[in-house]
């Protein structure tokens, strides 16, 4: 109890003083120790902090997965090289004209699996067999247990063509029947990529595009001049 100041002694009035700045001390002492409210602009910011941090955390763990995905995915690719040979027939009928097709299957590291060439009942365009070529690449994955495939022709009008998926509408009305093969073959694979690929190095493809005949090779049936030519190719490679 505070008397009034003329009624303190000067003894009373330093006790006073003393139990007015020890209660100072003490309050000071427990703010210090008390907890940031929650409603706090520094509690709010230290949650949202924390909130980000796990975000970005499974932002991360989400790209790694999705990367390794892709490394084994890709380590498992088949590289399927084709090309489609294209002769226009003479005038007159001297000629008949020529149109044929190849492909060549390689696993990813450049090792030959199978190769197969192909002759068109009638020559139509140079587009057309090289789609034709397209079709054959895929057959010969399927058929060699291949469901990663990267498909490579030398024609960029070929491959935005053939690259899915594709719009009918855009296309010219003699390949959409071969199209929708090509499309409905490209659901069978788990992974099917369509590229370009500059001429010299679809060698084996465009010799197996004028080979005139329809057939199958295995690596040890290469004949000589096409062994020639993918040797030659991973020795450049």
């Known amino acids: 109890m505070l008397l009034p100041k ?35 602009p520094s509690s709010s910011s230290h949650e949202d902090g924390i909130k980000r941090a796990e975000k970005n955390d499974q932002v991360q763990q ?30 007159g009928g001297g000629y008949r004209g020529y149109g044929g097709y190849g492909a060549i299957v390689c696993d990813n ?19 057309y067999h090289k789609l034709q070529g397209v079709k054959l690449g895929l057959k010969l994955a399927k058929e060699y247990g291949c469901s990663v495939v990267e498909v490579s022709i030398n024609s960029m009008y070929a491959v935005n063509i053939a690259s899915m998926p594709y719009d009918p509408t855009m296309v010219p009305p003699y390949v959409r029947p071969i199209m929708e093969e090509i499309k409905q073959m490209s659901y ?23 080979l005139g005949e329809t057939i199958k090779f295995e690596p040890h049936e290469f004949p000589e001049e096409l062994r020639k030519i993918v040797d030659d190719a991973a020795n450049e490679g």
């Open 109 to 127: 590291n450049g090792k030959e699996i199978v190769a197969a060439a192909g002759v068109s009942e009638r020559p139509v365009s140079h587009l």
């Open 188 to 210: 069978e694979f788990k992974f099917l990529h369509i590229n370009y690929l500059f001429k010299d190095q679809n060698r084996a493809a465009d010799y197996l595009a004028s």
């Open 62 to 91: 989400s790209d790694a997965q999705r990367q390794e995905y892709w490394r084994r995915l890709l380590a498992l690719n088949y590289w399927v090289k084709i090309d489609g040979c294209f002769r226009k027939p003479e005038k």
């Open 6 to 40: 003329c009624c303190r002694t000067d003894h009373q009035e330093e006790e006073e003083a003393d139990d007015l700045s020890s209660e100072k001390r003490n309050h000071s002492a427990d703010e210090r120790r008390s907890p940031m409210r929650e409603n706090s």
